[in-house]
């Protein structure tokens, strides 16, 4: 059907294609509200036909109509992939029950309350640890999705030492003992504890195995790493792992160093976090991200030893290395719990939601970007069903509150706490002054989406690499991972925080204002 066009007063045409069904083509119908207003304000259109005008107002109310239509399929979309989420986690489990020869019934009856998948001797545990407002290792580290490979590896090897986390508190006496509630006492509401509270790890057994990871290339982290092996293996007899080419190094350097262990492929890295009780970076906030991505899943805690240009994440420094193994092997230590950001790229090629690209475990932020092209990015944002706005600019950032400090702070976010639980929601260079960030609770689901008028592809970066190309149609959804970056604290999360961004951006460093001056009288 040719387009459709209307005159008045021989001026003013406009057309609009239509498709084969007498319908109008729907990206059309999108930017029909601008068309419509620039008809409008030519003169001669108001003062002569009415008709248009009713047509104009009929325009809005459709491309209303479309725009809810999309907020309600990016729902929908959103919803179908936690529903799908939820039943592969439940058909996992009833399929571990029955290989057990347990069934769903009698484990759901024994604790309904508790959503992760146990092991009899987890269960076990759980019955004889777990306390009032406490975290239990096996709650924290146990994958949802364990494969028979799994199951062999966990009899193969030592089992591994569990801990427990609890909530700390300032003295007997202090308000920190309240339960995490909500009082309406004489109509009145109120909370009785804030909603995020300092963690201490208490081992529950002796740590037996420990994965050192250290910062390439470096000749002082190199000499550290080999006095460290040294002395953990013969003054704590610890069972030791490093990667393929620390080892090398190692063995280089002398055959002593033989009992150290490493991994061949891939299918051993995701068995770590079956095998190691404790983690040691040594290096900077890029090693600790870089020891996060190899855990898909569960995460042992995090020693992070300061080797680095910048210490955000890495409170511990190497010249008191024993010291510091030391207390934390002893325990209780303070931990900061950094979440991650799980993203999925699902294509427009995909038949269905289900169809989407291995996820990506990201503990800064993912960077969506225009890339080389010249053209603004253009990205449709929506949280959970909501449409939230159309990004034109050079890119945006989602952060977790630990990558707070990075890209993002440089983009003009705001710092947030690590313990806080968010999103931070920060535009790269937008196309407007008021166009400003904003911090979302952890509980939503993100969607970015390329629309189909798009000038130029986008790029989209997981903690500065995996970098991917994401066409006209594809989307990213993000939303916060089930497993947490557990990492030691020197003194606790807030003294930490703060030390970082005094030491590492010199934050509201100024001379100090003379005494000598006027004052008031």
Request: charged share 25%; net charge neutral; aromatic share 8%.
């Amino acid at each position: 059907m040719a387009p459709s066009k209307f005159n008045s007063a021989g001026e003013g045409t406009f057309s609009g294609p239509m498709a084969d069904n007498g319908l109008f083509n729907a990206n059309s119908l999108l930017n029909s509200e601008k068309a419509v207003q620039e008809l409008l304000e030519r003169s001669p259109l108001m003062e002569t036909d009415d008709h248009l005008i009713e047509f104009s107002e009929a325009l809005r109310t459709v491309a209303k109509a479309l725009r809810k239509a999309a907020e309600g399929k990016a729902a929908s979309q959103a919803e179908a992939a936690e529903w799908k989420r939820k039943f592969e986690l439940e058909r996992t489990r009833n399929l571990q029950l029955e290989h057990k020869g347990q069934s769903p019934v009698e484990c759901n009856g024994h604790n309904n309350k508790r959503s992760r998948i146990l092991s009899p001797q987890a269960t076990e545990q759980s019955e004889r640890c777990c306390g009032t407002n406490g975290i239990c290792s096996h709650e924290i580290l146990q994958d949802r999705d364990i494969d028979s490979i799994s199951q062999m590896a966990s009899k193969k090897y030592a089992r591994k030492a569990p801990f427990k986390l609890s909530w700390c508190c300032n003295g007997e006496h202090s308000d920190r003992h309240k339960h995490d509630v909500v009082s309406f006492e004489k109509g009145n509401i109120t909370t009785a504890e804030r909603s995020s509270r300092q963690i201490s790890l208490k081992w529950e057994s002796q740590p037996q195995t420990v994965l050192i990871l250290t910062k390439p290339n470096s000749i002082s982290v190199r000499i550290l790493c080999f006095e460290m092996v040294r002395w953990l293996r013969e003054h704590k007899g610890l069972h030791i792992y490093v990667e393929p080419r620390v080892r090398s190094e190692l063995l280089t350097e002398s055959d002593y160093y033989n009992f150290v262990h490493t991994w061949k492929d891939d299918k051993e890295i995701m068995l770590l976090h079956t095998k190691v009780d404790l983690v040691v970076t040594l290096g900077g906030d890029g090693t600790v991200l870089w020891a996060a991505s190899m855990f898909k899943g569960p995460v042992p805690p995090l020693v992070p030893f300061s080797l680095g240009s910048l210490g955000f994440m890495t409170p511990f420094h190497s010249e008191h290395y024993k010291e510091c193994l030391d207390s934390v092997l002893k325990g209780p230590i303070s931990i900061t719990l950094r979440h991650r950001l799980q993203c999925h790229v699902i294509r427009d090629a995909a038949r269905n939601e289900y169809e989407t690209e291995e996820p990506i475990l990201v503990l800064n932020e993912v960077t969506i970007d225009r890339g080389i092209s010249s053209y603004l990015t253009n990205l449709e944002c929506y949280c959970d069903s909501s449409f939230v706005t159309c990004v034109q600019g050079d890119g945006l950032i989602l952060s977790t509150t630990s990558g707070s400090t990075a890209y993002s702070l440089a983009a003009g976010g705001s710092m947030v706490h690590p313990q806080v639980p968010g999103i931070l929601f920060t535009p790269i260079c937008p196309h407007s002054l008021s166009f400003r960030p904003l911090i979302f609770p952890e509980y939503v689901t993100i969607r970015i989406q390329v629309p189909f008028n798009s000038r130029g592809h986008a790029w989209a970066s997981f903690d500065g690499k995996d970098r991917k190309q994401l066409a006209a149609g594809d989307a990213l959804v993000c939303s916060m991972a089930p497993w947490p970056v557990p990492t030691a604290c020197q003194a606790d999360s807030t003294n930490d925080f703060l030390r970082s961004i005094h030491d590492g951006l010199h934050w509201n460093l100024r001379k100090t204002q003379s005494f000598d001056g006027p004052r008031d009288t």
